[in-house]
């Protein structure tokens, strides 16, 4: 067990608001942590602040490189993403742009290159889409790709913020086998309002309403909600795909 | 029209009309892409302040509107993004105050009034050796952009934070890119003016956006539209007698309408990416 990334005491928000306050986080290579909280409460701020795109106004957060890595690299699926119907873009280049950073921006892309965006097609079950426009696909189509965009580099780190949300509940529990499966390779961080859904999956729970509070296992209850101050959808567990939602008051 | 071709001016329109639909094919797909039309619109109104300035100092006011709209596509890029002011408002606001700088002092240089016909729509037949050898530089430092950054250029287009994410300078790619859209704005108001030269950074990219969905064809077909267009333009200028800037802009238009009638009964001319 490797740590890869240590945030210490870590304060940030955007235009003077604080969205996140001194809060403590270890990310391990081994970790697949569901983040659940209610909207608004810093979710998607954290993924900012670990892929460095919102500064912290005060703490820390270090990142580890694994032994025999030469650098590090996070897998990010964005929550939102509409382009436009017309861009010119395909399905392959989409794929391809997740391996900019390791690469000679100058170069054009090595056969190898597109072999392996082949094989992360293939993977996410759509290699027939590879010339396709980006911008004709459908709901899942579309997080199919950006998702292979996101693990074509084979981060140490995935984040996924609402990998849910456009996609209908079949391919939602298929992703979810997918990130099951890609947890043994890399440590994943998954953002979502929907608790019961991903509970039986990750391995832990976060839960971040504006501080961050972790507990160290997948179970939930309406009392470790209620001490985290999290209002958020209550779930049964078991093997019944149903959810009962308590009162909102 | 053999004898077109002894006239100086005529070969120089000739060259123009190839260095525009260069630059103009390129720098076009990427605001089209990117859907910064109207930035660029406003760039090129506010271009004229700095020909205004530039009668006024006695400068070539190609010159003045080329520092003039550079600084505003700097300005531009760096309010809308750290100022948090709304991204088309500052557009507009910088579109009149251009126009306005412009009117003001040409106004209040004394003298001679310079012809304003001319910048506003263009005359293709006036570009001189001294305008070919501006667009030539500006072309090349283009080509070799594009040429070295194409699918950094597309991916910034295409999704700016992942791009970020990547480690990719963005802040450098995106003030180099809006430096180059205002100056291409301006080596190109000689050709069609300001008020026309929107036509050419975007009409060849939307017919050939109708062809095909692969970024790199679309700038070969745009340099090729916009080439046909501004050669036929010109030709039906000489002999309809008719401005030059309004029959290019025009010739274009029929263009696109001839390419998507086309394209709808031929519905084999795919969006290949081969």
């Given amino acids: 067990m490797q740590k890869l990334i240590e945030i210490t005491n870590l304060t940030a928000g955007y235009n003077g608001l604080i969205a996140l306050e001194s809060i403590h986080l270890s990310i391990f290579n081994n970790d697949f942590i569901g983040i659940i909280g209610p909207n608004g409460g810093g979710k998607t701020t954290l993924l900012k602040v670990i892929l460095g795109l919102v500064k912290p106004s005060e703490g820390s957060i270090k990142y580890n490189l694994p032994d025999g890595d030469k650098m590090f690299n996070i897998g990010y699926l964005p929550q939102q993403f509409s382009a436009d119907k017309k861009f010119p873009i395909s399905v392959e280049l989409v794929v391809l742009s997740g391996l900019l950073q390791k690469r000679n921006i100058v170069r054009s892309y090595s056969k190898k290159e597109k072999d392996k965006a082949n094989e992360v097609l293939i993977k996410m079950g759509i290699p027939g889409l590879r010339h396709k426009a980006f911008g004709e696909l459908s709901g899942g189509e579309t997080q199919r790709t950006l998702l292979a965009r996101a693990i074509i580099s084979s981060p140490q780190l995935l984040l996924l913020d609402e990998p849910g949300t456009y996609v209908d509940q079949v391919f939602e529990g298929e992703l979810f086998n997918n990130l099951k499966e890609l947890s043994k390779k890399m440590a994943i961080l998954v953002v979502s309002h929907d608790a019961g859904m991903i509970s039986s999956y990750v391995k832990t729970i976060a839960c971040v309403n504006k501080q961050l509070h972790y507990h160290p296992s997948n179970e939930i209850n309406n009392e470790i909600l209620k001490a985290y101050n999290c209002p958020i959808d209550l779930i049964t567990h078991g093997t019944v795909p149903h959810r009962v939602l308590k009162d909102h008051k | ?274």
Avoid at chain 2, 124 to 129: E, Q
Avoid at chain 2, 163 to 181: C, D, E, G, T
């Fill in chain 2, 1 to 274: 029209m053999a004898e077109l071709f002894e006239n100086e001016f005529f070969i120089n329109a000739l060259l123009a009309a190839v260095l525009a639909s260069i630059s103009c094919g390129l720098i076009g797909t990427y605001i089209v892409s990117r859907r910064i039309v109207f930035m660029s619109g406003g760039i090129t109104h506010a271009s004229f302040g700095g020909i205004g300035i530039g009668y006024f100092l006695g400068i070539n006011p190609i010159l003045g509107a080329a520092i003039f709209a550079v600084i505003s596509a700097l300005g531009v890029e760096y309010f809308t993004k750290k100022a948090e002011l709304r991204n088309d408002s500052v557009i507009a606001m910088l579109w009149a105050f251009g126009m306005a700088t412009g009117i003001i002092f040409i106004y209040i240089t004394p003298g001679y009034a310079p012809n304003l016909m001319s910048y506003l729509f263009g005359n293709i037949l006036t570009v001189s050796a001294h305008d070919i050898l501006f667009m030539v530089i500006l072309t090349s430092v283009i080509v070799l952009v594009f040429a070295l950054f194409v699918n950094i250029i597309l991916y910034i287009s295409f999704d700016e934070e992942f791009a970020r994410i990547k480690n990719i300078p963005i802040q450098f790619f995106n003030y180099l890119l809006i430096s180059l859209v205002a100056l291409t704005v301006v080596i190109n108001i000689k050709v069609v003016g300001i008020i026309l030269v929107l036509a050419l950074l975007t009409i060849p990219q939307n017919i050939a956006n109708t062809l095909t969905m692969n970024y790199k064809k679309i700038i070969l077909y745009s340099v090729l539209f916009g080439f046909i267009g501004l050669i036929a333009g010109l030709l039906g200028a000489f002999y309809l007698d008719i401005p030059s800037g309004a029959s290019i802009v025009f010739t274009l238009v029929i263009m696109l309408a001839i390419v998507k009638v086309f394209k709808r009964f031929v519905a084999s001319l795919g969006k290949d990416f081969n």
